[in-house]
C-alpha cells in the first residue's frame, strides 16, 4: 500500500496563491497516477487534476488556466504538487490527494483550503 502526507492548506484571500504537496511512501511501482480532488461543504468529491508517472497532464476545466500540477520522481522522492493560483471563495474545500496504482488506491487525509477576505 501507499501512504499519502499532505500539506500546503490554509486561508488565503480571493486572487491569492497556494501550493498543496503530497508525499507519497510504501509500494510505489514504475505504473500510477498521482491526483488532487476536492470536496467543498454539501458537495460530492470532485476531480481537481492528476498527472501520470510519465508526466501527462489532466485538469478539470474549472481549473484549466489557474492550478498547475507537477511531481517529482527522482531517487527516494514521490510527491506531487498542486500550484493554485488566482483563487476564488468557491475553490474552499478539503483538498484530498490521491495515489491509483496497478490494482489499489491509497487517499490523503485531507488539508482545508479557505478562500476568504
Known amino acids: 500500500q501507499v501512504q499519502l502526507v499532505e500539506s500546503g492548506g490554509g486561508l488565503v484571500q480571493p486572487g491569492g496563491s497556494l501550493r498543496l504537496s503530497c508525499a507519497a511512501s510504501?509500494?510505489?511501482?514504475?505504473?500510477?497516477?498521482m491526483g488532487w480532488y476536492r470536496q467543498a461543504p454539501g458537495k460530492q468529491r470532485e476531480l481537481v487534476a492528476f498527472?501520470?508517472?510519465?508526466?501527462?497532464?489532466?485538469?478539470a476545466d474549472s481549473m484549466k488556466g489557474r492550478f498547475t500540477i507537477s511531481r517529482d520522481n527522482t531517487k527516494n522522492k514521490n510527491t506531487v504538487y498542486l500550484q493554485m493560483n488566482s483563487l476564488k471563495s468557491e475553490d474552499t474545500a478539503v483538498y484530498y490527494c490521491?495515489?491509483?496504482?496497478?490494482?489499489?488506491?491509497?487517499w490523503g487525509q485531507g488539508t482545508q483550503v479557505t478562500v476568504s477576505s
Open positions: 498527472t501520470t508517472r510519465g508526466g501527462s497532464q489532466n485538469y
Open positions: 510504501g509500494s510505489i511501482n514504475s505504473s500510477n497516477v
Open positions: 490521491h495515489f491509483l496504482g496497478p490494482n489499489f488506491e491509497s
